[in-house]
């Protein structure tokens, strides 16, 4: 995530999974200034077949005033790639 924005603007919330599990729910805002760079990396870094399923669901990922909905996966920004997740 802090590929996108600053880490003093990532929040944390701790959850439970549905099996008693610990989850990590990191949220950022983006400022208007900043989307254009957040769209570039995410051209830039994802894989085609993603960006076009992107494309797909973005009336499913937007809700109310510019909010749009983004999961990656932990395991791929580890290793220093973004991909998406369900």
Known sequence: LSVFVPLDRITRTAALGHFGNEISILEAALRKKETAAFLSILREQLPS?????????????LEGEGRFHLRLDKQAAYQGLLRLTD
Do not use: C, I
Request: charged content about 45%.
């Open 49 to 61: 077949l993603e960006l076009q399923r992107l494309h797909q669901e973005m009336e499913d990922r």
